[in-house]
């Protein structure tokens, strides 16, 4: 089984994005600007939220972090969406999921100008996505397509399956390989016989969001398979390690190639979003 190694691809797409940066400062006397707002005390979401400014810093970008306290209503958030919608240096906006139970997710999220939306997830955004017109694209699902074509996988008329169909990764995911001119199937919760389709595919990008949940049995030999899932899972030592939606070790006999958690998508996410906030800010600098 050949490991598709997302920290490579991610180093080597930063050093491209790097280059980019620099010539964005050279030509409009700043860096682009990534906005992040982080609501409450989620431990996974400060680790994220941590490593995309550090990522920031890589490759040149200036990064804007509002922490807010987990008990922050919607007009507070508004307000704060608001000023950074309104700041000329800030060319990106995230709003880190998930968000205290009290907050809408949708209704803010369309707060943001769909010309900072860095993570494409306002209804704006996602309809210029589905209709080929995208201004950005949504970072996993475009982190998984950079890792298969680093790696020179063609995907035309590919059979392949998208387990999951969140609006973050599944929905997009599947519209990205039929825009790439694969054969797409999605699965969910409600799909009967999973494995009949998983088993006859070429391509399958686990983005089910349960832990370890498709192993031995599941995929043909030589599939690639892409798992999308980070998990925090107890082991009996007591520390928490980290794993996917697929247990890689049952499969690494059969399968052609596969992406490792960690390691795999998780840092071409947020390659993605720095590329994308790049984007935003070079189209900016065009009006």
Known sequence: MQIFDGKLVAETRRQAIKSRVDEF???????????????????????????????????????????????????????VIQT?????????????????????????????????????????NLGRLWSGRPLTIPCTP?????????????????NSVV??????????????????????TVCHSKTRDL????????????AAGQPEFLGRGDFKKDAIVIDVGMHRKATSGGKAKLCGDVRLKEIEDTVKAATPVPGGVG????????????????????R
């Open 25 to 79: 400062k050279r030509k409009n006397g700043r860096a682009p600007g990534l906005a992040v707002i982080l609501v409450g005390e989620d431990p996974a979401s400060q680790v994220y939220v941590g490593n995309k400014i550090k990522a920031c810093e890589q490759v040149g970008l200036t990064s804007f972090e509002h922490r807010l306290p987990a008990d922050t209503n919607m007009a507070q958030l508004k307000a």
């Open 84 to 124: 950074l919608n309104d700041n000329v240096t800030v060319d990106g906006i995230l709003l880190q999921l998930p968000l205290p139970k009290q907050l809408k997710a949708d209704e803010a999220i369309n707060w943001i100008s769909p010309s900072k939306d860095a993570d494409c997830l306002t209804t704006e």
């Open 142 to 158: 475009w982190g998984v397509m950079v890792i298969l074509e680093h790696y020179g996988i063609d995907v035309v008329g590919m």
């Open 163 to 184: 387990v999951g169909r969140s609006n973050i990764v599944g929905k997009p995911m599947a519209h990205l390989l039929v825009q790439a001119n694969a054969t797409v």
């Open 195 to 206: 494995s009949a389709h998983t088993k006859t595919a070429d391509l399958v990008v686990v």
């Open 267 to 286: 840092p071409m996410t947020i390659t993605m979003l720095l590329e994308n906030t790049l984007r935003l800010a070079e189209a900016r600098s065009l």
